[in-house]
């Protein structure tokens, strides 16, 4: 356990190795670095940059939402989505599956941040979403339905307002180009938003004599962060390979035997190749496996076999404190001892 939490705390402590995606003022992905080049535009991007200043910290956090859930997402792949600018900044020029995948987790993060600013009614230019019901429920907070229907209430989720500031913030540079990475990027976009758009669900109170569901209000929620990147990762792990098609303003799957991607699917264009990520190598910002720590036991991407690329690994004892021997003393307290323990982890050659 402990072996799986030293990359993580070293992430929070070290402001020197890793650096934010939203912070570092060099990055790829820094909206300030972002919005540098926009503001010789006309586009709704610059028009962010310059007269909305809340909106972009939204932005900003939306982006730091995305590389927090991005590297959760790829702890134990050889790939592990570092942030380090040497690393991020080759993926970002490529356009392989790790690119889809940063590029619509990006997306989905700004439409998630801007969202959640809006409903807890940031200053914003936007409403929560109030729904068709609207008129209806003016008069009376909470409208009397039959049993089993409901009405909406309160404040729900405005995902299309989210939606918007995302596409604002990252489409619009791109409105007139054409080209196959460009159709690519807009392609992910849309596929991160969708994922969380598709899965809002309705969520509902009872009201009523007790037990019964007389009164029933619903509101509109998101699903959470983590559900956003597990679907991205499956996503990620289903990505279609995509080549130009004949107009040049599209793509077509590479293989007539494929079936075109959907528009929540992942898509690149730029094969790479399993082990990429297993060597230093700067020109494809892969820092290399060693020095990693995966799992002893286990034969998937996070077992010690393909996380260290065959290299081997070596397996280390460590003593960590634990609570033991607990027990309870009347009234109401529970004593524990400390004890050691000693525990096992793997590291990769
Ligand atoms: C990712 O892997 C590199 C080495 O390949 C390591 O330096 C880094 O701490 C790891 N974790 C994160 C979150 O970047
Ligand atoms: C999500 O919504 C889009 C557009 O409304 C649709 O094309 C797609 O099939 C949906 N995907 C899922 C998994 O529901
Ligand atoms: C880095 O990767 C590129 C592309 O796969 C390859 O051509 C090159 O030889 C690699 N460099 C090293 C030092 O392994
Ligand atoms: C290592 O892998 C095994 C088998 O997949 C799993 O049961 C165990 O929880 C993993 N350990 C850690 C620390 O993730
Ligand atoms: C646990 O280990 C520490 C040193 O790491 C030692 O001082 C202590 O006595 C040990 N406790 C027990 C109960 O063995």
């Known amino acids: 356990m402990r072996a799986v939490l030293v990359p ?19 990055l790829v992905l820094n909206p300030k670095q972002m919005c540098k080049r926009a503001r010789r535009s006309r586009s709704k991007m610059a028009d962010i940059c310059i007269n909305k ?28 989505c570092t942030s380090a600018k040497k690393s991020i900044k080759k993926v970002m020029l490529r356009d392989t599956r790790e690119t ?51 009405a909406w209430s309160g404040c729900g989720e405005n995902i299309e307002y989210g939606i ?45 004599l007790s037990g019964t569901c007389t009164l029933k209000t619903c509101m509109r929620k998101m699903p959470n962060f983590r559900e ?17 098609g004949n107009d040049g303003q599209s793509f077509i799957p590479e293989g007539d035997t494929i079936k075109p991607p959907g528009k929540s699917d992942l898509v690149y264009s730029e094969d790479s190749i399993p082990t990429d990520f297993c ?14 720590s995966c799992n002893g036991t286990s034969q998937g991407e996070d077992g010690c076999g393909i996380l260290c690329c065959a290299r081997g690994f070596q397996t280390y004892e460590k003593v960590v404190q634990k609570n033991c021997q607990c027990k309870f003393h009347y009234c109401c307290d529970v004593k524990c001892e400390i004890c050691n323990e000693t525990v096992k982890y793997s590291i990769c050659n």
């Open 279 to 292: 060597h230093l190598n700067t020109t494809l910002g892969s820092f290399g496996t060693q020095g990693r």
């Open 164 to 208: 918007k500031r995302s596409k604002d913030f990252l489409d619009t540079p791109y409105k007139k180009r054409s080209d196959m990475k460009t159709l690519v990027k807009l392609h992910n976009y849309v596929a991160g938003r969708l994922a969380i758009k598709n899965y809002t669900r309705r969520e509902c109170k009872c009201h009523g």
């Open 53 to 80: 200043p809340g909106l972009l910290q939204h932005i900003a956090g939306g982006i730091g939402l995305a590389q927090a859930e991005c590297q959760y997402q790829f702890r134990y792949r050889r790939w592990n």
């Open 228 to 244: 956003v990147g597990n679907r991205l990762k499956q996503r990620f792990d289903g990505a279609a390979k995509v080549i130009p």
């Open 8 to 26: 993580v705390c070293l992430l929070l402590v070290s402001p020197i190795s890793t650096t934010s995606w939203a912070s570092s003022s060099e």
């Open 100 to 150: 889809g995948f940063v590029n619509a987790i990006i997306a989905a993060g700004i439409t998630y941040q801007v969202t959640r600013a809006c409903t807890k009614g940031e200053p914003l230019d936007c409403s929560c979403n109030k729904n068709k019901n609207r008129k209806k429920n003016k008069k009376k907070k909470y409208i009397n339905v039959p049993e089993g229907d409901w």
